[in-house]
């Protein structure tokens, strides 16, 4: 494409009445041989040029080529949040002993932080009650058995003596379960609570410190957020008149200023539904894998999204596209010594010498081929 920086050249080229006038003055004298020129008129219509000797400019047609289409969008990386947990602690108290902190690499199980719980001894109180309450029930159940055995008893004793250790011992598994819940464990009764990984990852979030006082569930913060950044995502901002031109699967790739030498590659998994009402933007998510996890939450990117299939698409010359002031032009014959200039939007380059038109221009339009050359001639004298 042909970029123009002549201040002299408005948006709408605006061109002069250039008249060759004969020689002399009012005396009659013979003028002078007509110079060669170009004289350019222009009509009220200040896109319309009649430019002399139309041969002088060679003109192209617009034809087709099946491309795929192509958008280039700036994005940033964000953890799958698939891939991501937050660390609950179930057990309120105080952390006595933090393990790990933000941007380490964890493993499942590995023990985060320490906090001394009264949920958890409490916890573990009432298991030891629910233990001595099963106890002595099952000593009073082997008694009436024997008792029965023996004619002392009547039955409905038996089967009360049944019930109260049969109860006992649901007991004793709900207050092992709650010990379990909150961390803890039933034959080790220590009212420190350990907060283990949940899953292998990165800790990406972190909002406890050393003796931070830890709440109860329902108004606790998490302690830790942990993602797998193995695959990861890329959220791109698509503008409103481009969001048809993505589709779900569409091809991506990903470039990092970090690692300019390396390409990764993804595809779109999601195009949201509602636009930013700001930019007037949606969000597109590319999901990739992450080799080596060389790409960090927050990092920005440039992506360049290819659609699956190929569509038609009316392709000029780079030379019939002039650009000026940030937009594109071409100037269309219409037959004669006529030319309308019109703006068109420029796409994808196609090879060295074809460029992608994606609105302005209408298959077999015919422009004029060396754009530059034409607003030269029709700015000069």
């Not at 006038?21 to 004289?39: R, W």
């Not at 009547?154 to 250790?165: C, G, Q, Y």
């Not at 000026?324 to 939007?345: I, P």
């Not at 196609?350 to 339009?365: M, R, W």
Request: aromatic share 4%; net charge negative; hydrophobic share 40%.
């Amino acid at each position: 494409m042909v970029d123009l920086h002549d201040d002299r050249a408005a948006p709408n080229l605006a061109v002069l009445f250039l008249i060759t006038l004969a020689g002399g003055g009012c005396s009659g004298a013979a003028s002078d041989p007509p110079s060669s020129n170009p004289v350019v008129v222009t009509s009220r219509d200040s896109t319309l040029i009649e430019m002399p000797h139309p041969e002088r400019f060679p003109l192209v047609e617009a034809n087709t080529r099946d491309v795929a289409d192509q958008l280039h969008l700036n994005g940033v990386v964000t953890p799958d949040v698939n891939r991501s947990v937050p660390v609950l602690s179930l057990g309120g108290g105080r952390v006595v002993d933090i393990r790990v902190k933000l941007g380490d690499d964890v493993k499942q199980g590995q023990v985060l932080v320490r906090i001394e719980s009264p949920d958890l001894a409490a916890a573990l109180a009432d298991y030891q009650k629910f233990q001595a309450d099963a106890v002595l029930a099952r000593k009073e159940l082997e008694r009436s058995d024997s008792l029965y055995a023996h004619g002392v008893i009547a039955l409905k004793d038996l089967e009360a003596a049944r019930n109260t250790a049969a109860k006992a011992e649901v007991d004793v598994k709900t207050a092992a379960n709650h010990v379990h819940v909150l961390g803890g464990f039933p034959d080790q009764p220590s009212p420190v609570l350990e907060v283990r990984a949940p899953i292998a990852g990165t800790i990406v979030e972190q909002n406890v410190t050393g003796g931070t006082g830890v709440r109860s569930l329902d108004n606790s913060p998490n302690l830790f957020t942990i993602a797998d950044l193995s695959r990861i995502w890329v959220l791109c901002d698509v503008y409103e008149d481009a969001v048809a031109r993505v589709r779900l699967g569409d091809l991506a790739e990903v470039h990092l200023n970090a690692y300019p030498d390396r390409l990764f590659r993804g595809r779109v998994g999601n195009i949201s539904r509602v636009l930013d009402p700001s930019t007037r933007s949606a969000k597109i998510r590319i999901e990739l894998n992450n080799p080596g996890r060389v790409m960090r939450a927050g990092m920005f990117v440039t992506a360049s999204v290819r659609s699956q299939r190929p569509v038609e698409r009316p392709v000029l010359p780079t030379s019939a596209l002039l650009r000026l002031h940030d937009r594109n032009w071409v100037f269309r014959s219409l037959g004669g010594n006529r030319f309308r200039q019109t703006e068109v939007r420029a796409g994808p380059v196609v090879d060295d010498s074809l460029e992608q038109v994606l609105s302005g221009v209408q298959v077999h339009d015919t422009v004029v081929a060396n754009a530059l050359q034409f607003a030269s001639a029709s700015n000069t004298q």
